[in-house]
């Protein structure tokens, strides 16, 4: 398996089954605290040990993955880039979201393109990441010239 393969493998891990199996975890954790019966709580507590230890099986094989092996990698095409980025983007979301306990959230995305970004008759691209960003009560600021384009999106998030 080259090396872009391989990486790739253990980001899905990660990002798959590994937090899958941390929910699960918090899951049972959430159901042993408020179960009251002596035989489901030692159940509970031994399904508990089990998760944990296939978590660490999981990060072990993540960090085997990781490993470089010398082997040659390969350029990237456009659908990968896309998949790619879309899981970057959810995971530093979800890490703001779960543990950064900020009020609010900043993200900034520029280009070195033609520019020239600008709402369009008929195209509702645009538009709809405007509104999509007025719905979380945050603003969008789209700066395109000659240079490129820049997105600034500022989105306020409920602290708890």
């Known amino acids: 398996m080259i090396t872009s393969q391989r990486i790739r493998f253990a980001q899905e891990l990660h990002d798959g089954i590994a937090q899958d199996l941390v929910g ?29 230890s296939i978590i660490d099986k999981v990060r072990r094989e993540i960090f085997q993955l990781r490993q470089s092996s010398g082997d040659v990698d390969v350029l990237h095409t456009e ?18 979201l779960t543990h950064s306990q900020a009020s609010d959230l900043k993200i900034t995305i520029s280009d070195n393109g033609l520019g020239g970004a600008q709402e369009k008759f008929g195209h509702h691209g645009l538009q709809g990441i405007r509104e999509r960003v007025g719905e979380l009560a945050g603003t969008c600021v789209i700066s395109s010239d000659f240079i490129g384009t820049t997105f600034t999106l500022d989105i306020p998030i409920a602290t708890s």
């Not at 659908?79 to 703001?96: G, H």
């Open 24 to 52: 699960l975890g918090y899951a049972i954790d959430l159901i042993l605290a408020t179960s009251e019966n002596l035989s489901e709580r030692d159940s509970l507590r031994a399904l508990r040990l089990d998760v944990i």
């Open 79 to 96: 659908p990968e880039i896309r998949v790619t980025l879309e899981r970057v983007f959810k995971e530093i979301i979800d890490n703001v």
